[in-house]
């Protein structure tokens, strides 16, 4: 299962989508993600599920890494279609169980939220796998650079999300360590009920923020030799340009969610 979680996981290439400025691929999930919570119809649905497969398509990452990386939310997608099925109140009984009552708008809705989810989920994964951290990092970093006129910390704030998206990885590896080394001592971690799998996990807890505040005591003593004061006065190695490509895709993008936000007005 930690295997599956691929979040911060960067693949390199040499795509279109590897290309487009970090700043453009984040206002692209934004108005994805705009335009999922629009949709509401199985029309506009297949729409943004098109949008997908050309996406993963011209990055060439492949299908099966963003599936891969739902198994960690399965549970919680499935709970909440089941919610949505049980409990969304509707005109078209189709299944009566006591207090339960599946209706015709309960299936629709667990339908569309269970899609909503795993379409959201892979179009942010998707931006993960085609941006490496550093470049994420930039491009947050210049888009939010208005605000740095209200004091805000920029800068602070997108190293911080940079070094979190860097360490999900090493973290996930150093748990698998934990885990293998206690099961070779013994440790049992699957059987028992709810919180006997809880105490079992205590083991693994530990070590791991032990680890973890290591690493930040490292990483903040690497950061100090390198004479590091935030972000006032640094240059940039590779500044962020706008090309033709970002315009085109950032043009097709709004075109996708006027389209959407059209079909709902007409109610297809």
């Known amino acids: ?17 590897h290309k487009l400025d970090p700043r453009t691929k984040i206002l ?33 990452v492949g299908i099966r890494q963003l599936v891969r990386g739902l198994k960690p939310v399965l549970f919680i997608i499935i709970f909440t ?23 015709g708008e309960g299936l629709r809705n667990a339908v ?5 989810i795993m379409l959201l989920i ?18 947050l970093e210049r888009l939010l650079n208005g605000l740095k006129r209200f004091h805000v910390p920029v800068h602070e704030l997108a190293m911080m999300m940079s070094i979190a998206l860097r360490f999900i990885p090493t973290l996930i590896e150093e748990t698998d360590k934990i885990m293998s080394a206690q099961k070779a001592r013994g440790a049992d971690f699957e059987s028992g009920n709810l919180i006997q799998k809880a105490k079992a996990l205590i083991p693994i807890l530990v070590p791991l923020f032990i680890s973890a505040f290591r690493r930040a005591d490292e990483l903040a ?8 004061h935030g972000g006032e006065g640094r240059t940039k190695l590779h ?30």
């Open 1 to 17: 299962m930690l295997k599956d979680i691929t979040l911060g996981q960067y693949f390199p290439g040499n795509t279109v989508a």
């Open 28 to 60: 692209l999930v934004v108005l994805y993600i705009v335009a999922l919570f629009t949709a509401k119809s199985l029309l506009t649905y297949g729409i943004m599920a098109l949008c997908l497969a050309v996406c993963v398509r011209i990055s060439r």
């Open 81 to 103: 279609g089941v919610l949505n099925l049980l409990f969304t109140p509707g005109e078209t009984e189709l299944f009566s169980w006591g207090f339960l009552h599946v209706t």
């Open 112 to 116: 569309f939220m269970v899609l909503r």
């Open 122 to 139: 892979m179009g942010t994964f998707l931006m993960t796998y085609t941006t490496s951290p550093i470049s994420l990092t930039d491009g």
């Open 221 to 228: 003593t690497a950061m100090e030799c390198r004479c590091y």
């Open 239 to 268: 500044v962020l340009r706008y090309e033709s490509r970002d315009y085109v895709a950032l043009t097709i993008g709004v075109l996708v969610v006027a389209a959407v936000a059209v079909l709902r007005r007409l109610g297809l």
